[in-house]
């Protein structure tokens, strides 16, 4: 494959003993979108963290030299202080030929007068992943960008997601909780806890039967997505036990 | 009316014009604590300057940008940033006290270095003053970009790849410029006043981050005649009543704004 956009290994953080990421490893390629699953405290958002700078860790990030970054944090705190329109935070960081062009393609140009504080959840996501593309970026990184949005939303959001990727020519590591959009969009899925439990191809992984009745029930689907790497096991600590499964 | 009306007016008045846009940022990224300290440390320097025997207004400004930097560090440390600063800051504001005090030599008025004595600007002061307002108020313009990517989302810009440090100390610097040389006019006390009133007065008025700059430059002007004037007429200190007014016109200025949103709502 390609020279990857941006490439880390292993990568490791600790804070006050604990372990958060442990030797971990991943590259993003143009046109690719790898997707980070993992229950709650994997570490998926340190790790998204660390790839972007904003937190340190030991081991080795390359990024392709003079790779253009587009971030989607996980919570995007709005100042009842701040007066500012959505167009107005667009232009922050692209032109205002391409902020409004962004709004209209994900499809909230009605946003663009309006005042972020005013926006619904659904709307500022959509607005949010608009300012992420509207500097035409290499690399979109999303973590949980569909926090606010309800369900129909979720798929269409993923849907336009995958657009952008094929229009652009992006690279696309986005981080989320909902399994079944992710196996249905993704093309190469991580999960994490910790450390990289397994990575895949979303089809393959998607037609493992054991895989799609595990994801039937609700309860059982963390635990199904790593059933499909027999080598380790997880304590509720998330330590990890190796053996046979 | 006196010449030293006019020059505590033209001082006061450009001070908080320049404050006001500056101010806006402070507002909001809730920063008030930070010019809280960077003014108590000010005053320190102010004690170290007559005391080594340099200008008190130089030792203010040295000790304020410094200090405004070395706080600024402590974001990555285990004591809460919040906290080193407020204690960091005090410990100034008593130092900087202690230090006044037991300077026999000098005769250092302790309430005008605390709420200013912006009647005594000399010529020369409220030369200077204008001077580093404008400064203030063009390093803003110049600056407003990058310092409101840093107030609007600094995760993104940070993880963009924009040079926030850079913008971070830029902001500090400003603050603790204008913290230092507001000293003279509403005190170590009261200058944060002059940051965060006149903003928190223009919020209501304003749809864009530039529009609630430019109300906050006038009615900060504003409020220093009116401040100047009610003091004159009711002999009281002047820096105070500059503060006061400005308290008066964000008040009318919630009021109105509630007023309007209750009538606009009923029509």
């Known amino acids: 494959m390609s020279e990857a956009l941006i490439a880390a290994r292993g990568l490791s953080i600790s804070a006050g003993g604990t372990v958060i990421l442990d030797d971990v490893s991943l590259a993003v390629h143009a046109r690719e979108i790898v997707t980070l699953i993992g229950p709650n405290g994997s570490g998926k958002t340190t790790l998204l963290k660390a790839l972007l700078g904003l937190q340190r860790a030991q081991g080795r990030i390359t990024r392709r030299p003079g790779l253009k970054i587009g971030y989607v944090p996980q919570v995007f705190a709005r ?14 960081f692209a032109g205002l030929p391409e902020a409004e062009a962004a709004l209209k393609r994900v499809e909230v140009a009605h946003t663009a007068r309006r005042q972020l504080n005013a926006l619904s959840g659904g709307e500022l996501a959509r607005v949010l992943l608009a300012r992420a593309i509207a500097a035409r970026p290499d ?7 569909l926090a606010g949005v309800d369900v129909t939303g979720e798929a269409a959001l993923y849907h336009l997601i995958a657009e952008i990727r094929d229009e652009m020519g992006c690279g696309v590591l986005l981080v989320s909780h909902d399994l079944h959009v992710v196996m249905a969009q993704a093309n190469r899925v991580v999960c994490l806890n910790r450390h990289v439990c397994c990575e895949g191809d979303a089809a393959s992984v998607v037609k493992d039967p054991a895989f799609r009745a595990l994801f039937g029930a609700r309860a059982a689907a963390e635990l199904a997505l790593y059933a499909h790497h027999h080598d380790h096991a997880h304590k509720p600590s998330g330590e990890t036990v190796h053996g046979d499964g | 009316m006196d010449d030293f009306l006019w020059r505590a007016g033209l001082g006061a008045a450009l001070l908080a014009a320049a404050a006001g846009p500056l101010g806006c940022f402070v507002l909001w990224r809730r920063m008030a604590y930070l010019g809280e300290s960077v003014a108590h440390m000010g005053l320190l320097g102010a004690s170290l300057g007559l005391l080594i025997g ?6 203010t400004a040295c000790l304020a940008v410094v200090a405004a930097l070395v706080m600024a560090r402590a974001k990555d440390r285990s004591i809460p940033a919040g906290n080193l600063i407020g204690i960091v800051g005090h410990m100034g504001l008593a130092l900087g006290f202690v230090l006044l005090a037991t300077m026999e030599t000098v005769r250092a008025d302790l309430l005008g270095y605390l709420f200013g004595d912006v009647l005594a600007l000399s010529e020369a002061n409220v030369f200077v003053i204008a001077a580093v307002s404008l400064g203030v108020l063009a ?19 940070a993880a963009e790849g924009y040079n926030t440090a850079l913008a971070e100390t830029a902001f500090l610097v400003l603050v603790a410029l204008l913290v230092a040389f507001g000293l003279k006019v509403v005190g170590a006390l009261l200058i944060v006043a002059l940051l965060i009133v006149p903003p928190a007065a223009a919020r209501p008025f304003a749809r864009s981050p530039e529009a609630m700059a430019v109300l906050a430059a006038i009615l900060g002007a504003l409020a220093a005649p009116f401040g100047l004037v009610a003091a004159y007429a009711a ?18 200025s919630a009021v109105s704004a509630r007023l309007w949103r209750q009538f606009a709502g009923g029509a």
């Open chain 1, 79 to 92: 100042d009842p202080s701040l007066p500012l329109t959505a167009s107005g935070f667009l232009v922050l």
């Open chain 1, 139 to 145: 690399l979109l990184v999303l973590d949980e960008p």
């Open chain 2, 54 to 59: 340099v200008d008190a207004l130089l030792g």
């Open chain 2, 139 to 157: 390093a803003t313009a110049l600056l407003w970009r990058p310092l409101l990517r840093l107030a609007a989302a600094p995760e993104i810009a």
């Open chain 2, 235 to 252: 002999d009281a200190p002047a820096g105070p009543a500059i503060v006061l007014a400005a308290g008066a016109i964000f008040a009318l």
